[in-house]
């Protein structure tokens, strides 16, 4: 099993910066990508930014150029810094990995961006 914690969502104003993390634990060794997914008020949860353990991003459209995914191996660990917020990036933010077939998922933190 891994159990995956998210840190570092709030309340911040239009064009501030924010800065996610989680920290992954359990039985990390064999996790793949890693991710964020977030899931705006009223909506479904869509994809955000993802890793490879290789370091291979992808992006969704809205926050290519102001978010940036990265992780850190050795402490099973991932990132996302996010720019130039914008009203439409509140949601909640979840963390996710993959390891051996399985999908894994924290529990999510709030990002409220106020115009």
């Known amino acids: 099993q891994v159990q995956l914690v998210e840190s570092g969502g709030g309340l911040v104003q239009a064009g501030g910066s924010l800065r996610l993390s989680c920290a992954a634990s359990?039985?990390?060794?064999?996790?793949?990508?890693m991710g964020w997914y977030r899931r705006p008020p009223g909506e479904q949860r869509e994809m955000v930014a993802l890793i490879t353990s290789g370091g291979s991003t992808s992006y969704a459209d809205s926050v290519k150029g102001r978010f940036t995914i990265s992780r850190d191996n050795e402490k099973n660990m991932v990132f996302l810094q996010m720019n130039s917020l914008k009203p439409e990036d509140t949601a909640v933010y979840y963390c996710?990995?993959?390891?051996?077939?399985?999908?894994?998922w924290g529990q999510g933190t709030q990002v409220t961006v106020s115009s």
């Open positions: 996710a990995a993959a390891r051996r077939m399985q999908d894994y």
């Open positions: 359990g039985t990390t060794f064999g996790i793949g990508a």
